[in-house]
Structure formats: C-alpha cells, structure tokens
C-alpha cells in the first residue's frame, strides 16, 4: 500500500514536468511546420517557369539606339526596368585558344575576356562599363552562336560552330542542356521560338547536338523526330527557300500528321499569321497536343519589322505571312502555360544578327522593336491573374548571345524620338564589300563580324532566383561584375533546384584591391 502510495505521488509530481515537455514538442512541431517567412520563402522561391530570351548579335549600343528612337531616351526599353542588371562574357574555345591552349580543369578567363573598364556609362543601358582586350590592341574576334548557346544551354565551352557538344569532336560528344534537364529532372514542358529557321544554332543548341551548325537538315530532324519540343515556331519553311533548313521528307511527315501529336501550322499566301498561330495554340491546349508553327520567307527568317522615319517612331510587320515575335512569344507560352510541373521557353530575335553582319541600322531598329514588344508580351502573360504562373516562381532573363557588329553612336548627332540617320551605298568596314553608309555621321560599324566584347544580362523574378546570377559576378573576373555565359546554365538550374557541378575550373589571380572605380 505505501509502495501504491510511493508511485501515485510519484506520477503526481511528474505531471507538471510532462505537461511542461509536450507544450515543449508541440511548440517545436509548430516551428518544424511553419518555418520562419526568409526560409519560406526561399523554399516557395524555385523557378517553375524559365523564359530565356536572346538579341542574338544584340550589343549595349543596339540597345541605346533602340530606346533613343522607340521612346527619346538612352534606357527606354522594356528589360530596361528589370530589378537585376548584369554584364556577360561571351568567348568561345576557339577565342581562347588564339591566347592559350584550352583545357577545362585550369581554365585562365584572362585568356578569354581581359576585362577592363571602358568608361562610366551615362545610363544603365549605355556603352558597355567594360571590354575584353586584345594583345596589340587589335579588335578581338568573337565567338558565334553555336558556342555561345551552348555555353549557356550545357554550362560547357566549346569550339565555334558546335551545337551540345564538347570541344575537339569526340565521337561521343554529345551534352545534355537545360532544357533537357528540366524536362527530365522537373517535368517541364520545353519549347524554342525563333524568327530565323528553327534549326539555326541558337534555338538548335536548346534541343539539339551535332558537331556542325551546317548540318541542318540532320538538326532538323533530331529537333522534331527526337528531341520533340512541346512547341517549335521559327523559319525556314522548306518551300520558300529550297529546303536548306528542313527536308521536304520531314516537311511532309509534320504537314500530313504522320508526325503525331503535333498541331501544324504554317505560312500561307495572304494569310495572317498572327491569328492562325493563336488558333494553332488554342487547338494544341484543347486537344493536349505538341505545336509547331513554320513560318519563314526566301532567306529563311521572317520578313524583319519596317520602322518608320517620321517622328511617330511608328514599325510595321515585315508581312503578314509571318507572325511577329510577340505572336509567336504568347502563342507558346499559352501552350507550354499548362503544364502544372513548369515549363522552359527559349525565345529569339535573331535579326539583330543578321542587321548587325550588314551593318543596317534601319534593319537593326526594326529587329530590337521586334524583342522589345516579345519582352512585353512575356511580362504581361505573368501578369496575367488567375493562374499559377507568379513573377514569385518565373524567372524571366533578357541577354545577348556575342556582339555583332561593334555599332557605335555620336553623342553629337543624335537622331530625335522616331528618327533614323540618313543612309546611302558605302563601303563595309573591311572595304572589300558594300555596307549602308551614314554620310550624317550619327553612326559607324567597326565591323561586319562577330566582337569578343560583353553583353548585358537582364532578369526579373523574385529576388531569390536573381541571386542565382548574381552570386556570380566577378567570380572569373574580378573586380568587375562580369558572369561567364556558362554561369547562365549553372544560375537557371539553380534556380530550379536542380543545382549542377560546373564541369569548368577557373584559375583564378584576385588582387589585393580593386582599382578605384571598379
């Protein structure tokens, strides 16, 4: 009985120190469920939606002269608002390899890009803070478009004209791209949009791998028969330009639906394409199908936008036939739009490139109006209410693959809001053949090629996922705020969640101090 006694006060005194111990587990378990707002944050902050948006040869002063016609001013454009503001470096390893022999475990991006500050820029979208030097002063030769994209598709370097495959040619070369990865690491729906043909180097990189940018009609193939993107829309219809980009056998394949479960659409006489491609969109989301959209003209590409040169800075569709990159932005992201797991969309204006090669400012306004508006059908589809689809789990990136064309302004001959310089027959800056020429003086080309010279990065999203690209500025290049384009892939599978190992190791000499100023 007092032994009962003994365990029945025992138990009593206990109870105060057992209530004490659960609201102790109970109040921790509330913790472990609601974590505090900064890590809840970080955690809801992953990236279900990547749109990549590329100017391809788009270099800072395109990017100056497209806001001084569109809008009066040095920053007017639509990316020009984004939060975040970066620099890229864009060297291939043919670019390096004319410095130093290339080996990816001791990478010296000196040898790459010798970062060094041009001026203080009078606007966040003026002349670019910094440039790469050359030995002798001489203009350095820059990468292309193939070895870009890759860069930024596979976090790989590799040699001019390879499109997802490693440098020196193996045989087994092939490298697997963020597209690839999202779709088979996150489920992600994937798809390319592009106003040149959809089997040139910078859309081809995304969903493609060949030793040769050249061979089109086997990219071509690979894009539809086995990469299968959930959307494709560019050029290149093979009928109006002698099947250069496509075959005729794979042509007729997708047109007569033998290619299943994509919704074909393409370029028509007097048609507008803008309306059949968004009737195109609707039916592949009603019928939960692939789409493909062909359009193109003689060359390949669309038809390039018109600008006007009467102060109303007024730009008209190069022809109805072909959709604006707009139509062909919002038509994608309508269909990639509806997959819940997330999506990748790479979008391109790929005439900025070709303006730039001719050395055709009119051309090249037309082309930047072209992104610009693409850029702001993107935004405003974000902003649409009533979906999933948050700037809180999209990451929106606006960059440039290489300079083309090494534009230059006259501060002192400026054109007004709408106006462009008067061009006339002249000869292109390596006098061998002919190029518009500005008897004005309000613009020069230094050339008709590629320029190793860096690029501006712009991004919008919740912050946690621009952190991605900044965390590595200055990390090859420091003192300056420089990323590497291989950093792009490494910052969007970051973003996410499927961070990767960078396969590159750069050798790295920091100074004590940076220079004042940088």
């Known amino acids: 009985m007092a032994l009962h006694r003994g365990l029945h006060h025992s138990r009593e005194l206990m109870k105060p120190r057992l209530r004490s111990l659960l609201f102790l587990l109970c109040a921790l378990a509330l913790a472990l469920s609601f974590p505090p707002a900064s890590r809840a944050k970080e955690t809801a902050a992953v990236a279900k939606h990547i ?29 020009h608002a984004f939060p975040y503001r970066g620099w890229v470096a864009t060297w291939d390893v043919t670019t390096y390899s004319r410095q130093a022999p290339y080996n990816p475990s001791s990478i010296n991006p000196k040898a790459g890009c010798d970062a060094t500050r041009t001026g203080k820029a009078a606007s966040r979208s003026a002349t670019p803070r910094y440039a790469c030097r050359a030995p002798g002063g001489a203009r350095p030769h820059g990468a292309d478009s193939a070895s870009t994209a890759t860069a930024w598709a596979t976090g790989y370097k590799t040699d001019t004209g390879n499109i997802a495959w490693l440098p020196g040619d193996p045989e087994r070369g092939a490298l697997e791209t963020i597209a690839e990865l999202l779709r088979e690491k996150r489920g992600f729906s994937i798809g390319i949009v592009t106003t040149v043909p959809f089997s040139d180097a910078t859309p081809a990189s995304m969903v493609s791998h060949n030793r040769n940018r050249r061979n089109l009609h086997a990219i071509a193939d690979e894009i539809i028969r086995t990469a299968r993107p959930d959307v494709v829309i560019g050029g290149g219809h093979p009928s109006r330009n002698g099947a250069k980009h496509m075959s005729m056998a794979l ?16 370029r028509r006489d007097g048609v507008d394409a803008a309306g059949s491609l968004k009737e195109a969109a609707a039916r592949a989301v009603a019928g939960k199908k692939k789409l493909f959209g062909l359009f193109g003209g003689p060359g390949g590409c669309f038809e390039p936008p018109q600008p006007s040169d009467n102060g109303t800075a007024a730009v008209a569709r190069g022809s109805i036939e072909n959709p604006l990159l707009k139509d062909a932005t919002l038509a994608a992201l309508v269909v990639l739009g509806k997959n819940r797991n ?19 400012y009119r051309w090249m306004i037309g082309a930047m109006w072209d992104l610009d508006e693409a850029v702001r059908a993107a935004v405003d589809f974000v902003d649409r209410p009533g979906d999933d689809i948050t700037w809180e789990n999209t990451l929106l990136v606006v960059t440039s693959d290489h300079v083309t064309g090494a534009m230059r302004l006259n501060d002192g001959q400026r054109p007004g809001k709408g106006r462009l310089p008067g061009q006339s027959p002249g000869l292109c800056p390596d006098k061998l053949s002919w190029c518009p020429g500005y008897p004005g003086g309000e613009v020069s080309y230094g050339s008709t090629g590629h320029i190793n010279e860096p690029v501006s990065l712009y991004a919008m999203g919740d912050s946690s996922l621009t952190r991605h690209l900044r965390q590595f500025e200055g990390s090859w290049y420091p003192c300056t705020p420089l990323i590497d384009n291989t950093h792009l892939f490494h910052a969007m599978a970051g973003a996410a969640g499927i961070p990767r190992p960078s396969p590159l190791k750069a050798i790295i000499t920091r100074p004590a101090a940076c220079p004042p100023g940088r």
């Open 342 to 360: 997330g999506f990748f969309l790479l979008v391109e204006q790929g005439d900025i490139d070709w303006a730039n090669h001719a050395n055709d």
């Open 51 to 79: 749109i990549l948006v590329i100017g391809d040869g788009m270099e800072p002063e395109n990017e100056v002269a497209a806001g001084r016609y569109l809008t009066g001013t040095d920053d007017g454009l639509s990316f």
């Open 251 to 266: 042509y007729d394949e997708v047109r007569s639906g033998r290619i299943g479960d994509y919704v074909f659409v393409e």
